[in-house]
């Protein structure tokens, strides 16, 4: 049994939200991710420095920092790290790829079930926003088979982004075209206890209120938002506002470096804590020659920020 694992619920997003925050004073973070400590995270728990344990999870994306590790590698790391869990980037040198095996994809699952590491998510590049209509459906099939390969490897949902608005096509019809794709991708993904997070990303596509458009044509209880922590966040009617428009839609959360004074981390950190998010906190950090060290570092800010140190 895994430390620390927080395991998918599909169901509970179901839920009535107000219904639901009145019974366990639960945000939409612990709709689909419910933490469950086994005793040795129990034990982890009693002996662990902060004041108070943190309601959410650290965790790492592989994209630049742990670009060259391999699964071992990572798992090392991360543990020697505390960090809980591990969002892996396609095209990277741990090759958690839909062209492994059976045989192959057992040994994964085994590998991150037998730590104290969750394999938390993988980090597609497959985005919907193109005007060819043969790509995207060929897009579409692509991240069928991807969610079928975080099902068979243990994770728990696949990433996936708009990339940005195609010229001479109204951004209207580009937004309602991403989310009827995933309309159809939260049924594929729900039938295999997978939940699809779409990251704020993008040119044009980043900004809150066009993500909002995308989950509300959407309307799948298996789609939510992964929080990308962009400089455009502050953008429009500033970062209040936008927080509040997806804060209810918000199923992971990406962050970078945590020391830029330019992004409001502590009031994000703040503000997940107030929504009773007890999802991960995803790294995405640039590459270091000593990433141990660094990455205890981060796990000390980010306590820090929250008033857990």
Request: with cysteine; net charge negative.
């Given at each position: 049994?895994?430390?620390?694992?927080?395991?998918?619920?599909?169901?509970?997003?179901?839920?009535?939200?107000?219904?639901?925050?009145?019974?366990?004073?639960?945000?939409?973070?612990?709709?689909?991710?419910?933490?469950?400590?086994?005793?040795?995270?129990?034990?982890?728990?009693?002996?662990?420095?902060?004041?108070?344990?943190?309601?959410?999870?650290?965790?790492?994306?592989?994209?630049?920092?742990?670009?060259?590790?391999?699964?071992?590698?990572?798992?090392?790391?991360?543990?020697?790290?505390?960090?809980?869990?591990?969002?892996?980037?396609?095209t990277h040198a741990h090759k958690v790829e839909v062209n492994l095996s059976k045989e192959e994809r057992k040994e994964v699952k085994k590998r991150f079930a037998d730590s104290k590491v969750q394999l938390m998510g993988l980090g597609s590049a497959f985005d919907y926003h193109t005007p060819d209509q043969a790509k995207l459906r060929?897009?579409?099939?692509?991240?069928?088979?991807?969610?079928?390969?975080?099902?068979?490897?243990?994770?728990?949902?696949?990433?996936?982004?708009?990339?940005?608005?195609?010229?001479?096509?109204?951004?209207?019809?580009?937004?309602?075209?991403?989310?009827?794709?995933?309309?159809?991708?939260?049924?594929?993904?729900?039938?295999?206890?997978?939940?699809?997070?779409?990251?704020?990303?993008?040119?044009?596509?980043?900004?809150?209120?066009?993500?909002?458009?995308?989950?509300?044509?959407?309307?799948?209880?298996?789609?939510?938002?992964?929080?990308?922590?962009?400089?455009?966040?502050?953008?429009?009617?500033?970062?209040?506002?936008?927080?509040?428009?997806?804060?209810?839609?918000?199923?992971?959360?990406?962050?970078?470096?945590?020391?830029?004074?330019?992004?409001?981390?502590?009031?994000?950190?703040?503000?997940?804590?107030?929504?009773?998010?007890?999802?991960?906190?995803?790294?995405?950090?640039?590459?270091?020659?000593?990433?141990?060290?660094?990455?205890?570092?981060?796990?000390?800010?980010?306590?820090?920020?929250?008033?857990?140190?």
């Open positions: 049994m895994s430390v620390g694992r927080v395991v998918l619920e599909p169901g509970l997003m179901n839920i009535n939200r107000r219904d639901f925050l009145i019974a366990g004073g639960l945000g939409i973070g612990s709709l689909s991710l419910q933490p469950a400590l086994s005793s040795a995270a129990a034990e982890a728990a009693a002996s662990d420095s902060p004041a108070r344990r943190p309601t959410m999870h650290l965790g790492l994306v592989t994209y630049n920092l742990a670009a060259d590790w391999d699964i071992p590698t990572i798992i090392k790391n991360c543990e020697a790290t505390k960090f809980e869990g591990v969002e892996l980037r396609t060929k897009d579409i099939e692509a991240t069928k088979e991807y969610i079928l390969l975080a099902e068979d490897v243990g994770a728990t949902g696949v990433k996936v982004r708009p990339n940005a608005f195609p010229p001479d096509v109204p951004e209207e019809k580009t937004l309602e075209q991403i989310g009827r794709a995933l309309r159809e991708l939260g049924d594929f993904a729900r039938d295999h206890g997978q939940v699809i997070r779409l990251e704020v990303h993008g040119r044009g596509t980043s900004l809150p209120p066009n993500i909002k458009r995308i989950l509300d044509v959407a309307n799948h209880p298996s789609v939510g938002a992964c929080w990308n922590s962009n400089a455009t966040d502050l953008s429009g009617q500033g970062w209040d506002y936008n927080f509040n428009l997806l804060k209810d839609k918000i199923i992971a959360v990406h962050i970078t470096d945590l020391f830029q004074e330019e992004y409001p981390y502590r009031k994000l950190l703040t503000r997940l804590n107030e929504i009773h998010y007890m999802g991960f906190c995803l790294a995405e950090i640039p590459a270091s020659s000593d990433p141990v060290r660094v990455m205890k570092y981060y796990r000390a800010l980010w306590l820090a920020y929250q008033g857990l140190l």
